[in-house]
């Protein structure tokens, strides 16, 4: 990132929003030049513009960042979830952890309004539904048929770096998979452990 541009970022940041002039105060540039920068982050997805209301005449606009230019700045996701499971095993056991990863796969295996995913219809309207659930997460992610089976891929992974520490990360997605198609689910292959994907071999419940 450009250093005048992050200086952009670093104080939307903190205050949450900010004119062109409160920029050029900032930075010791004219408007033209602020504009310029905004015009490039804007154009990145990183900012955003709206109108100020509740002054007279023309509104002046102001900026601030987008959840993508939110999304720029570090978090420890990771190391937040990571010393959870920890956490987790050492007051409950593995049997608790086992319970727990469950329960969260419960709560994962629903769409983002809050509704279940459906598992009814045809194997291939399930993996469908869970394919668009991923990709609504950001998970590339697809499918295909081997024989009786199917092969369904995440070509990433979520949370890599608690996957590499935690293999109940792993688990829970396994479960999650399960209630969501409604089939038997394993994990034939794995991203954190070198291969191109996480893939699950589905077979649907014999009748």
């Not at 490039?40 to 109108?51: D, N, P, R, Y």
């Amino acid at each position: 990132m450009q250093a005048t541009r992050q200086q952009i970022l670093d104080y939307l940041r903190l205050h949450r929003d900010a004119s062109v002039k409160d920029l050029g105060r900032l930075l010791g540039l004219t408007a033209t030049g602020v504009r310029q920068h905004l015009n490039i982050l804007e154009q990145e997805g990183l900012v955003t513009s709206f109108e100020q209301r509740g002054k007279v005449g023309r509104p002046p606009l102001r900026y601030a960042l987008t959840s993508l230019g939110d999304a720029t700045f570090p978090k420890q996701y990771d190391a937040l979830a990571n010393a959870l499971i920890d956490e987790v095993r050492a007051c409950y056991g593995s049997q608790g952890l086992q319970q727990i990863v469950r329960g969260a796969a419960s709560r994962l295996a629903t769409a983002d309004d809050g509704t279940e995913t459906p598992v009814e219809g045809s194997p291939d309207t399930r993996i469908n539904a869970i394919v668009d659930l991923l990709r609504s997460r950001g998970v590339v992610a697809d499918w295909e048929r081997d024989g009786e089976a199917f092969l369904l891929h995440e070509r990433t992974c979520p949370y890599p770096e608690v996957a590499r520490r935690n293999s109940v990360a792993c688990a829970m997605d396994v479960a999650q998979v399960r209630q969501l198609t409604g089939m038997d689910a394993k994990l034939t292959a794995c991203l954190v452990r070198g291969d191109a994907s996480c893939t699950y071999r589905l077979l649907p419940p014999s009748n």
